[in-house]
Antibody, heavy 119, light 112 residues
Framework: VQLVESGGGLVEPGGSLRLSCAAS????????MTWVRQAPGKGLEWVGR??????????DYAAAVKGRFTISRDDSQDTLYLQMNTLKTEDTAVYYC???????????WGQGTLVRVSS | EIVMTQTPLSSAVTLGQPASISCKSS???????????LSWLHQRPGQPPRLLIY???NRFSGVPDRFSGSGAGTDFTLKINRVEAEDVGVYYC?????????FGQGTRLEIK
């Protein structure tokens, strides 16, 4: 299993960014996926999750990002996305793309991509 | 939101000695399907976290058997029966029983 995030960078407050996560080594279309972030020197914070299309493709979000962030997937490209709008300085973090195991555990993590929100 | 509280927040252990980390949740983590979605993760410096234990006590593929998880309801424990140098880093408990998914604050393990 390999998960490779991209799209991070420096953005001004109020700006937008889209992260991508290229997946390989497993049947992506069957997988539930999640995003977790980690602010510099801090702990882990769950961002949101998307189910497989076979399970309805529903999304759930943390309160801190609901209405601003959108998780989507392109099963034809084995790619997960995180669209981030109206970014705030407190969104500065490394964003990890994660495969959710059938047991509910977060069983494979990408290396992460750094998002910095600053003027 | 379920609050996950870990103790201790840091621990220094001699190589070959045991280590134990406690994780308490503010509500029962028993899901309506009967499972308890409590996991343990380990993050080495500069690395992403990796899954150690899922559903309280199940070791993930490739995790050494010196790691074990136990507990029920709201009280959980991760034990390392003989600490090795590669075990340094931060350990997190995580609950996925109810949204939002939440993590403990992390416990930093160092070698004495």
């Amino acid at each position: 299993v390999q998960l490779v995030e991209s799209g991070g960078g420096l953005v001004e407050p109020g700006g937008s960014l889209r992260l991508s996560c290229a997946a390989s080594g497993f049947t992506f279309s069957n997988g539930w996926m999640t995003w977790v972030r980690q602010a510099p020197g801090k702990g882990l914070e769950w961002v949101g999750r998307i189910k497989s299309e076979a399970d309805g493709g529903a999304t759930d979000y943390a309160a801190a990002v609901k209405g601003r962030f959108t998780i989507s997937r392109d099963d034809s490209q084995d790619t997960l996305y995180l669209q981030m709008n109206t970014l705030k300085t407190e969104d500065t973090a490394v964003y990890y793309c994660i495969k959710v195991g059938s047991s509910g555990g977060f069983d494979f993590w990408g290396q992460g991509t750094l998002v910095r929100v600053s003027s | 939101e379920i609050v996950m509280t870990q103790t201790p927040l840091s621990s220094a252990v001699t190589l070959g000695q045991p280590a134990s980390i406690s994780c308490k949740s503010s509500q029962s983590l028993v899901h309506s399907d009967g499972n308890t979605y409590l996991s343990w993760l380990h993050q080495r410096p500069g690395q992403p976290p990796r899954l150690l234990i899922y559903k309280i006590s199940n070791r993930f593929s490739g995790v050494p058997d010196r790691f074990s998880g136990s507990g029920a309801g709201t009280d959980f424990t991760l034990k390392i029966n003989r600490v090795e140098a590669e075990d340094v880093g931060v350990y997190y408990c995580m609950q996925a029983t109810r949204f939002p998914i939440t993590f403990g604050q992390g416990t930093r393990l160092e070698i004495k």
